[in-house]
């Protein structure tokens, strides 16, 4: 069917959503009248089942399903957002989920107008009837002898998250003691798939061969329980984590562990297919991709110099990397998260350390870079910050960080205090909002934040003093927990 066909059932029916293409503007001028009155919209699955060789599963209430967004252009091109993917290979229900956050998925798509309108696309993978102007049905059948039955409904504005409108009340729920819990060199990640929250961090003091010690712990939200592991190996003090076939990857300054995510196993250790040496770096992971950002600290001891501002992305199955983006600044102790395939960079600092009020210190920059491309736009955050983590919830970004107030009457700024900063980045209209929170209650001696987590409609941060307890001393932090909405 010609596509000026589509267009006008389109328009008479309001069907689709689609913002317009460089092609819209060699359309007939019959048609462009049309479009003007076509507004966009987006579809989400309200309803799934997944039958495969091992069973048929009832997936509709999965995260990794009710995160799924299409869309459909009146140019006739679909754009699939998996976001969370689905395991289409699961031989149980829990095996259905899944942490890998995946790309895209670009197709284009034929309509149907006969006496049953239905759709094609992805290799006529994708077959779906419309019901009505909000409502469609069908099948995805991404290989043999799988089959994604389906329920598309219009996605409205109450299905999106959204911005708290109030004051966010954080609650302790697990106390964390070590060294480096103000540094920002830990680091927090949510697993979905097992509803637990890992930490992960260096540990000096349990450090029986005198190397340090890599502790994770492992948090059930559920039950309450936790499981801790330590691992002696010498490396730099920090640590970021992504999930990887099912396996909890831990990436140091120079060695990637990997290990089950249970915790019941001595890991496995490899050096870092990036042959930098890292410290207050970035990672963050797309299919089986992880993107490691800025923490170089070899940048100035080659010859010669380079800038500590790439963005490697590095295949996970092939232990190989590659550089697909510089960014226009130098980054240390900054947060990243991806959504949609583009890499979110936040605040941060130009240099390792130490941190001043000068052209070195923390920025308040928010770097977008297309992970196709590498191209990379700039925005503002209405603060400076520093040691940032982000995390994604859908279109939404939530970045905490330290604040450095400076008194500015005197030269060279005198430094004043740290402010615990709590924000939410929306990707779809690119703004920051700063939120309020209870994290700077100095009843509580909460001093800093650091790391970051999103799940079950819950954010989790890290949140302690400088101060030390006990013999030998040791840091003392909260994990904490709020509700969002």
């Keep these: 069917m010609k596509i000026t066909h589509l267009f006008a059932v389109m328009a008479l029916s309001t069907l689709f959503i689609g913002c317009k293409s460089d092609d819209d503007t060699n359309l007939p001028e019959v048609i462009e009248p049309m479009l003007e009155e076509v507004s966009d919209k987006i579809f989400r699955i309200s309803q799934a089942e997944l ?3 091992s069973g048929t599963y009832d997936i509709t209430d999965n995260y990794n399903t009710k995160d799924d967004e299409l869309l459909f252009s ?3 091109s679909l754009a699939w957002k998996p976001r969370y993917e689905i395991n289409y290979n699961a031989s149980s229900m829990a095996g259905t989920l899944q942490e890998s956050y995946g790309s895209t998925i670009y197709s284009n798509f034929t309509f149907n107008g006969s006496d049953t309108p239905n759709i094609s696309g992805l290799n006529n993978t994708l077959q779906l009837n419309v019901v009505d102007e909000n409502t469609m049905t ?12 389906l329920t598309l409904t219009t ?3 109450e299905d999106f998250a959204t911005i708290p409108q109030n004051a966010i009340n954080f609650e302790p729920v697990l106390t964390i003691e070590g060294n480096f819990l103000t540094t920002g060199s830990l680091d927090l990640l949510a697993s979905q798939a097992n509803n637990s929250i890992y930490y992960a961090n260096t540990d000096e003091l349990n450090n029986p061969n005198n190397m340090r010690n890599e502790n994770i712990i492992k948090y059930n939200v559920d039950t309450g329980q936790t499981t801790e592991r330590f691992f002696n190996l010498l490396d730099f003090v920090t640590k970021r984590m992504v999930i990887h076939n099912n396996r909890l990857l831990v990436f140091g300054g120079e060695y990637t562990n990997s290990y089950d995510l249970d915790l019941l196993e001595e890991p496995t250790s490899m050096d870092n297919v990036v042959p930098y040496s890292l410290s207050r770096f970035s990672a963050d992971s797309s299919g089986d991709y992880a993107y490691i950002t800025g923490g170089d600290l070899n940048h100035l001891t080659v010859d010669p110099p380079r800038l500590s501002n790439a963005v490697q992305k590095v295949d996970l199955n092939n232990n190989t990397y590659e550089l697909i983006a510089e960014l226009p600044e130098e980054k240390f102790h900054c947060g990243t998260a991806i959504v949609d395939d583009k890499l979110y960079t936040f605040g941060g600092s130009p240099i390792f350390g130490p941190l001043t009020y000068a052209e070195d210190g923390p920025t308040d920059d928010i770097l977008i ?3 196709t491309t590498g191209n990379t736009e700039t925005l503002n955050m209405p603060f400076r910050a520093v040691n940032t983590y982000a995390v994604a919830n859908e279109h939404l970004i939530y970045v905490t960080g ?3 107030v400076y008194d500015l009457t005197v030269d060279p700024p005198v430094f004043i205090e740290t402010i615990n900063k709590i924000g939410v980045f929306n990707t779809l209209t690119n703004t920051f909002t700063e939120l309020q929170h209870n994290l700077d209650d100095p009843n509580q001696n909460l001093e800093v934040i650091n790391g970051i987590a999103f799940l079950n409609d819950k954010l989790y941060v890290l949140s302690g003093s400088y101060e030390t307890v006990g013999d030998p ?3 003392q932090s909260q994990l904490v927990e709020a509700v969002l909405n």
Excluded: A, F, H, M
Aim: net charge neutral.
């Design 74 to 76: 009146s140019s006739g």
């Design 155 to 157: 996605k409205l504005v």
């Design 473 to 475: 001393p040791r840091q």
């Design 138 to 149: 069908g099948t995805y059948q991404p290989s043999s002898g799988i089959t994604l039955n």
């Design 369 to 371: 870079t297309d992970l």
């Design 51 to 53: 039958i495969n060789t």
């Design 402 to 404: 330290t604040e450095q």
